[in-house]
C-alpha cells in the first residue's frame, strides 16, 4: 500500500469550473447565487491544498482543528477548510446574547452559559427537551451542564478543556427545538423543509401564459373572426359591409389594446404569423386606409376549417373546455393556501396526518382566493406534503415517502438515535444523547485515504464523558438487535434487488455495535479511488458468507470455493490473501481503463462477501414474513426492469453494474430456499422473462440458463454450457450484455 497516496486537486479544479459557468450563465438568480457559494467553497478547497493548510484523504483534513470538530464538506468528500459550526453568529445565538446581556459574539456566550444563570437556562432546556441540535458541536455546553448537575466536576472540566480553545469560533449552544416523542415514528422533512420547498417552486410562466391564451386571447381572436365573417359572400372575405360594422370593429380594436395593456403573459397575439394578429392587423390596415393584406382570406378560411363556426355545437364545446382548463387555479395560488394550512404546525417535526393540509379547498378558502371551493390540490403538492408525515417506518414506505433504500438510509438515524440512547437512565441524558446521535450522523463523509477510518461518534469529548452513565443490564441490547433486525428486514422486503447504501450500513453497524455483534458490515467502494488493497473487515465478512452459503447455489453459480476462503488469513489492518483472490478471480485486467480494472476487483469482494446479505442472515438473524423466494422474484423483477432501460440508453454502464447486482441479490434469496421452491422460483422467472420485450429476453435468456445449469448440477467454468452466462457488472473491454440485441 502506497501511503503518500494524495487527492488529486484536478477534481476540485474540475468541480469549481462548473459552479463558475453556473453562476454565470444559468437563467435563475437563485441557482447563480447557490452557485456562487459553491464556487466560493470550492475556491477555499483549492486554495488550503495549495497552501498546505488542507489535508485531503485525512481523516484530519483542516490543519489546527481536532477531528471532532465537524467540518465543511462539500462534493466528493473534500474538507473546505472551514469548521461547519464556525461563521456569523446565528439569529437564535444574537437573541440569546441579547437576552443575557452580554457582548454578541460566540465568547462571551459561552462564558455567559458557564454563569449559574447561564447554567440554569441549561438545566432548564434538558428537562424541557425544547431544543435542537443540528451539528455535534452545539450538544456540548447542554453536556457540561448535565456533567455538572449529575456532580461529575471532573468529567466537565474535561469537556471544557477541550473545547474551551474554539470557544470563539465555534457554536456550542443549542438551538431552539421541541421534544423528539415518539422514537418509533419517523418523518422524511420537518414542516419548515416542506414550506422552504413550496415557496421554492417558481410560478410556471408557460402555464400561466396558456391559461391567459385559454381564457382571454381565444375568446378574443373567435369575436374578430365572427366580425370578418360578416363580410364573407360566396366564400370571399371582404366582400359586403354590414350596417355599423366599421364602428363595431373600431370598438373591438379599442378593447384589444386594453386587452394588450392587463394581460401580458401570452404574446401570440403580437406574431405577425398567428391567424389573431392577422385578423387584427387587417382590420388596422383597413382603418388606415392601407386597404386589406392578402393573408386574411387565408387566416379566416384556417380558422373555420380547423375549428368550426364560431357558435357551431363543435366549437362551442371546444371552447368551453378551454376555459375550463383556463379558469383552473394556478398552483402558485393553491400552493398560498397549503402554505397558510401549514403554518400554525411546528416547524422542526413532522405532522402525524397530512389530510387536514391536502383536502380539497373549502368554502372559506374559495371565498377569500377566488378558487372554486372543493377544488383538488395538484399531485406534485400532495407529494411535498406527504414527506412531513410522521409515522413509522414501514408506513412511510407502504404510503411510497420512501421509495428507496437511500430514502430508508436518511430516516435510520431518527430511529438508531432512540436506540442507542436508551443505553442512558436518566431521560434528560436520554433525550441529549439521541439529539448527539442523530446530529452526528448528519456530519459528511470524508474522501479517506490510505485505509483510514472516518471519525467515531465516541471521539467527541463530550460523548467520550457520557460513557461512564451508560447502563449495562442489557436492555440496550436487546432494544438494539430488535431495531437491527427490523431494519433489515424493511430494507430487503421493501427494496429487494437494491445495494444497501453506505450510509443505511453505518447505521446498522452502529445498532449492531449496541447490540453487541461484531458484524463486519462493509462499504461500497468507489473504483475511482480504490487503492488495490481491502480492510481485514472484508475477509471477515467472506468468511461469514462461508457459514451462511458453503455448499449451496450462491457459491456454485459464482464458482467460489469457500472452504478456501475460510483458510485464507488477514493481517492486523489488511489482507494480502484475499487482495489476491479478488484480482484472480476478476480474471484479466487489461484492454481496458483502470477503473474498470478496479471495478472487477471491488465486485468480486462484493460476491465474496455477498454485500453484507449474509451477515444480515447470520448473526444480525433477518428473516422477511414474505420467504426468501418471494424476495427471489421481486430481485429478479428488479434486474429485468434495469436490464429494460440498457436498451438504446447511450450511457448504459452504470445500469449494466445495478442490474448485475440485483441479480447476484436473486441468486442469494434463492441458495436460502429449498430445492422445490428453487424449482418453481426459476420456473416463474423464465415466464416473468417471456414477458419482457425481445431485447431484455435476449440478454438475461443465457444468464437465466446458466442459473439452470448449476441448479442441475452443472458449472459455468467447464465450457459444458457454452449458452450460458455468468453475470456480472464490471468489465474491460465492452460488456458481452451490451452486444446482444
Known sequence: MNEDVQANPGYAAGQMAKAFATALTHESAETRERAEKRLERWRRVLSGMASGSLSIGSRTPVKGLPAWVTPEVVKG??????????????????????????????????????????????YALLDSGEYDVVLPEEGALLAVAWLLRAGDRTGALEVLEAIGPFADRLRFSPRPGIPLGDASLVHRQTVGQVRERIEAKPKNKAVAAMNEALVVWNPFADELLEHWLETVEDGRVFAVLPDGWGERGAELLARYRRL?????????????????????????????????????????????????????????????????????????????????????ARENSGVP???????????????????????????????????????????????????????????TPQLVAATTASAYPDPALRRLMAAQYTAFRNRRTLLLLNLESQVRMEELPWVRAMRHYRRTDGTGER???????????????????????????????????????????????????????????????????????????????????????????????????????????????????????????????????????????????VSPSPGWDDLARRAFGTTCRLVRQVHGNPRPLSTVKDAAYAWRQAVFFLALCGLKEQVSAIAWMQDELDRQPPHTGARLDPVLAGLRHVLAGGSLDDGTAPAARRFTGWATGRHWLLQTR
Open 260 to 344: 394588450a395593456r392587463t394581460h401580458t403573459l401570452c404574446g401570440k397575439h403580437r406574431n405577425p404569423k398567428e391567424n389573431l394578429a392577422i385578423l387584427r392587423s387587417s382590420l388596422e390596415s383597413l382603418f388606415a386606409g392601407k386597404g386589406v393584406p392578402g393573408l386574411l382570406q387565408h387566416a379566416v378560411d384556417s380558422m373555420v376549417a380547423k375549428r368550426g363556426l364560431p357558435g357551431s355545437p363543435e366549437h362551442a364545446a371546444l371552447r368551453a373546455r378551454q376555459a375550463a382548463d383556463g379558469a383552473r387555479p394556478a398552483h402558485h395560488t393553491v400552493a398560498q393556501i397549503v402554505l397558510a394550512r401549514l403554518a400554525d
Open 479 to 621: 432494544e438494539a438487535h430488535t431495531v437491527l433486525v427490523q431494519l433489515g428486514e424493511l430494507a430487503l422486503q421493501g427494496f429487494p434487488g437494491t445495494a444497501l447504501p453506505n450510509p443505511l450500513l453505518s447505521e446498522l453497524g452502529a445498532l449492531a455495535k449496541r447490540a453487541g455483534l461484531r458484524v463486519p458490515f462493509v462499504e461500497e467502494l468507489a473504483a475511482d479511488i480504490f487503492m488495490g488493497t481491502f480492510s481485514t473487515k472484508y475477509l471477515r465478512a467472506a468468511q461469514l458468507g462461508a457459514d451462511v452459503l458453503e455448499g449451496t447455489l450462491y457459491e456454485r453459480y459464482y464458482g467460489i470455493d469457500y472452504a478456501a476462503v475460510r483458510a485464507l488469513k488477514g493481517g492486523q489492518r489488511t489482507s494480502d490473501a484475499f487482495d489476491a483472490l479478488c484480482r484472480d478471480r476478476a480474471g484479466d485486467l487489461a484492454g481496458g481503463s483502470w477503473v474498470a480494472a478496479n471495478g472487477k476487483v471491488i465486485e468480486q469482494a462484493q460476491i465474496l462477501t455477498t454485500h453484507n446479505l449474509a451477515a444480515l442472515v447470520h448473526p444480525v438473524g
Open 77 to 122: 468528500g473534500f474538507a473546505t477548510g472551514t469548521a461547519a459550526a464556525s461563521g456569523p453568529l446565528l439569529p437564535y445565538e444574537q437573541d440569546a446574547a441579547r437576552r443575557a446581556g452580554v457582548a454578541c459574539d460566540r465568547r462571551s456566550l459561552f462564558l455567559h452559559y458557564l454563569t449559574d444563570e447561564g447554567l440554569n437556562e441549561l
Open 353 to 411: 396526518s397530512i389530510d387536514p393540509f391536502i383536502a380539497p379547498i373549502t368554502e372559506d378558502e374559495s371565498r377569500r382566493t377566488g378558487v372554486t371551493a372543493g377544488a383538488v390540490l395538484p399531485g406534485w403538492l400532495c407529494d411535498i406534503v406527504k414527506s412531513a408525515l410522521r409515522a413509522p417506518v414501514p408506513t412511510l414506505i407502504e404510503r411510497g415517502i420512501v421509495p428507496s433504500a437511500e430514502v430508508l438510509a436518511e430516516l
